[in-house]
């Protein structure tokens, strides 16, 4: 069979629905979200089901088994299709023909990234996410937005945006001052080679202490600050050095991670501009002074206000924002900008959002969106090294690698050590991982090892576990049947749970398309799992090997699909699909 292109099943449906409405309700406005199909919530319904019968009940004034029907009415099924129903109160039910589904799902195996529809290409689109502070280890909320950001920066890419993974370093501030008294005083070089970011923010909080009760050092801590923020040599040396050496702790866990930039720059890059652009906000008559400082008020727009200069002349976390979006729609001019962080900073990215649109720093083309997620719960003990809120991450995926260590070596105690070190590594961080992105990313999550690692649970393990055992399939089917190739063999749906599989991966796409458009990697993670729980029913239920020549081969076909959609949706989400486990 002649793979034709793969198009979308859901949205050819959508289309050809929404064709529908408009021709027989030609004097109503029908936009382009209805005629929507969505899959079905019960199989015995079909495989999609339509509810916009419902939604234009109020408009048309007319019940929605009416409008359906009418809808219905004299309909020519197009040969995808091979049953049209309504139910209920207007439900519109839609099953697709097992030919179509056959083709559609070598037409998505055959095509340059599984089918997934190219709708970025040649857009681009900015996305912040990690940007820790100088001097400051990662916290929980750098540590989500890292993994989550890297998961919807993958997403993008997936679509073939073109898209700038920027780290805004917070490099820049009023801590400075404070920092190198700490450093010049109490820096212990040994925790500084090991721990770079950890020791200076120990610097930090010591000299902070000491600046409390003594005045004289707090004058101190001033005083070098102003000379940083005049460009003394030695204190611009000393500053330069606190982010080579904090880089040096987040390249680390970057790289275990998986994680890469584009661009690293920090706050600090935005400053020559900061002035401009508090003049500008002035000019247009936005910011206006307050006991010393320069305020936008947005208090009519229920946003509060918004300091962009304090009363000490500095500049403040907005301002550099809002010369950011400028820099970034100048040099890249994006469809968007992502950001990503923790909730706690909503009303700060909705005040310089604010401010950028009525400036026109932002055009219309460019949408800015932020990206936030609740913080993570951790029960007690969870982590060996708490300190306050700050989780060390390192700790947590030493810990990660540990236990799925174990978890090998009582599995496959004839593994060699090195092969085992390094399988531990995918599993344990493909877990950690995972246990973050297959949650809502708004909800509030409690982080525990049973379920991170659980083998059969919705887990990163067990989506890796599921792989490797389809690989192995495939192996065994290549060592008895050598001199056969499934590939040339075509794809019969015979069964229900083969036709309930087929159907699945062939709305791969989709979930990969939905999950980047929302911003929830959840998406994509929950697609991989209802997949791979669908894959087991297939493994249990149908014999593969066994089977008769034909339909073995089409058996074998589709396992090796699943295979192919499993790890490359993984490694959207930055987890490793090893071959065997
Ligand atoms: N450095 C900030 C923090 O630690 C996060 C920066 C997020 N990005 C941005 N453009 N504001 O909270």
């Not at 091979?82 to 998505?108: H, Q, R, V, Y």
């Not at 219309?364 to 932020?370: C, D, K, P």
């Not at 690989?471 to 190739?485: G, T």
Request: charged content about 25%.
């Amino acid at each position: 069979m002649v793979a034709t292109e793969y198009k979308q099943i859901d949205e050819v449906l959508s289309t050809w629905l929404n064709a529908r409405f408009r021709e027989v309700f030609p004097e109503t406005e029908i936009g382009e979200n209805i005629g929507r199909v969505i899959p079905s919530a019960n199989a015995a319904f079909g495989d999609f089901q339509c509810n916009d019968a419902m939604a234009l009940s109020k408009v048309l004034k007319q019940p929605p088994r009416n409008i359906a029907t009418k809808v219905v009415e004299g309909l020519e099924l197009p040969s995808m299709i091979s049953k049209l129903e309504i139910a209920g109160p207007g439900f519109i039910n839609i099953t697709i023909s097992s030919d179509f589904i056959a083709e559609s799902l070598l037409a998505m195996a055959a095509a340059d990234k599984c089918g997934i529809p190219q709708c970025g290409v040649g857009h681009t689109v900015v996305i912040d996410y990690s940007s820790p502070n100088v001097a400051k280890p990662m916290h929980i909320g750098h540590i989500r937005s890292t993994v989550i950001g890297s998961a919807i920066d993958k997403l993008h890419r997936a679509l073939g945006y073109n898209v700038i993974a920027d780290n805004h370093l917070g490099d820049w501030g009023t801590q400075f001052g404070i920092i190198i008294m700490g450093y010049r005083n109490f820096v212990d070089k040994e925790k500084l080679a090991s721990e770079p970011a950890t020791e200076l923010e120990r610097c930090y909080v010591q000299s902070y202490a000491r600046a409390k009760d003594d005045e004289e050092w707090m004058n101190r801590c001033r005083e070098e600050l102003v000379k940083l923020q005049q460009g003394d040599e030695e204190n611009l040396a000393l500053w330069k050095e606190f982010i080579r050496l904090s880089m040096i702790e987040f390249n680390r866990v970057f790289a275990r991670l998986g994680v890469n930039f584009d661009l690293t720059r920090g706050e600090s890059y935005y400053q020559p501009v900061l002035k401009s652009v508090v003049d500008r906000l002035e000019e247009a008559g936005l910011a206006k002074d307050s006991e010393g400082a320069k305020i936008v008020d947005l208090e009519a727009e229920k946003l509060g206000v918004c300091i962009v200069r304090k009363s000490d002349g500095g500049f403040n976390y907005a301002t550099t924002d809002i010369a950011t979006v400028e820099s970034r729609v100048t040099e890249f001019n994006p469809e968007k900008i992502i950001y990503v962080t923790d909730e706690r900073q909503q009303l700060h990215f909705k005040q310089f959002f604010n401010i950028c649109r009525k400036m026109n720093i932002a055009p219309e083309s460019t949408a800015l969106e932020h990206v936030w997620f609740g913080l993570m719960r951790l029960p007690e003990g969870t982590f060996s090294t708490r300190q306050g809120n700050v989780i060390k991450l390192e700790a947590l995926l030493d810990e990660a690698e540990s236990r799925a260590r174990k978890i090998i070596s009582e599995s496959r105690p004839d593994m060699p050590e090195d092969e085992a070190a390094k399988l531990a590594a995918k599993i344990g961080i493909g877990a950690v991982k995972y246990s973050d992105l297959s949650q809502d990313p708004r909800t509030m999550i409690t982080f525990t090892w049973d379920k991170a690692l659980s083998l059969d649970g919705n887990s990163g393990p067990y989506l890796q576990y599921a792989h490797a055992r389809i690989r192995s399939v495939l192996e065994k089917y290549k060592a008895q049947f050598p001199e056969l190739d499934y590939e040339s063999y075509p794809i019969v749906l015979n069964e229900d749970i083969e036709r309930s599989l087929a159907l699945k991966l062939a709305m791969y796409p989709s979930a990969v398309k939905k999950a980047a458009q929302s911003y929830r990697p959840c998406v994509l993670a929950d697609y991989l799992y209802e997949l791979s729980q669908l894959y087991s029913s297939f493994y249990q239920r149908v014999p593969f090997l066994k089977a008769d020549e034909g339909v073995r081969e089409s058996r074998i076909r589709i396992c090796s699909i699943v295979a192919k959609v499993l790890s490359q949706g993984l490694g959207i989400l930055g987890i490793e699909a090893p071959e065997r486990i």
